[in-house]
């Protein structure tokens, strides 16, 4: 099957940095990409990862580990305007199928 | 530039009543699309994906069918809404298979 696994709920403080983990079925894995979705709106882009390893973006930081079929995404220097969702998703056959987890939601405290 | 757009941003149907959510892409040339369907507080479901004019993948065998008649636009139709067909209904595209999907505004369909 094609299923993911993530936190349902981080809570941190401003300033701190969290670490949103992610799990995901390994038939026909193509690469991991992470979303950050505001309430309301669209999800948008953050990183991706084909490769295993650490992908550096700003504040934001994803890995990847395919021999345990795991990656994470990194938040440092956590600011208010960074609550919102978070997905991690799984390119498949290809990568042309994306498939989304259930999505994490970051509350960050003052 | 690029940019997505898909219409209309919000809609009220009743029950059994069809739908037709449209979506256009500009400024790239044969992109893969997709149609996301999001319940409020869920992840985002896939229900299909296109690579080319024609090519229609589906992975959700129910009410739903898609169509792509041009490179840049894909539509969304049901002939007979279901009350669990309400939510959030995504568009996207991407110019290849490195991950990253740009999203329409998303238009939020209430079925009553």
């Known amino acids: 099957g094609q299923s993911l696994e993530q936190p349902s709920e981080v809570t941190a403080v401003e300033g701190a940095i969290v670490q949103i983990n992610c799990t995901y079925q390994?038939?026909?894995?193509?690469?991991l990409s992470w979303y950050q979705q505001h309430d309301g709106g669209a999800p948008t882009f953050l990183s991706y990862?084909?490769?295993?390893g650490l992908e550096e973006t700003g504040r934001f930081s994803s890995f990847l580990s395919r021999s345990d079929s795991y990656g994470y995404l990194l938040l440092q220097e956590l600011q208010m305007k960074d609550s919102a969702s978070y997905f991690c998703?799984?390119?498949?056959?290809?990568?042309?199928?994306?498939?989304f987890g259930a999505g994490t939601r970051l509350f960050v405290k003052a | 530039s690029q940019t997505i757009h898909q219409w209309p941003a919000t809609l009220v149907q009743p029950v059994g009543s069809p739908l037709s959510l449209e979506c256009t892409v500009e400024?790239?040339?044969?992109?893969?699309l997709y149609w996301y369907r999001q319940a409020a507080g869920r992840g985002l479901q896939l229900l299909f994906y296109?690579?080319?004019?024609?090519?229609i993948s589906s992975e959700v065998p129910q009410n739903l069918s898609a169509s792509r008649p041009q490179d840049r636009q894909f539509i969304l139709s049901s002939k007979k809404l279901l009350l669990s067909d309400s939510g959030f209904y995504l568009c996207?595209?991407?110019?290849?298979?490195?991950?990253?999907?740009?999203f329409g505004e998303g238009s939020r369909l209430t079925v009553l």
């Open positions: 996207a595209w991407s110019r290849t298979s490195t991950g990253e999907l740009f």
């Open positions: 390994t038939s026909g894995f193509y690469g």
């Open positions: 990862n084909g490769l295993d």
């Open positions: 998703a799984v390119g498949y056959t290809g990568g042309f199928k994306t498939i």
């Open positions: 400024g790239t040339s044969n992109p893969n």
């Open positions: 296109s690579v080319g004019i024609g090519q």
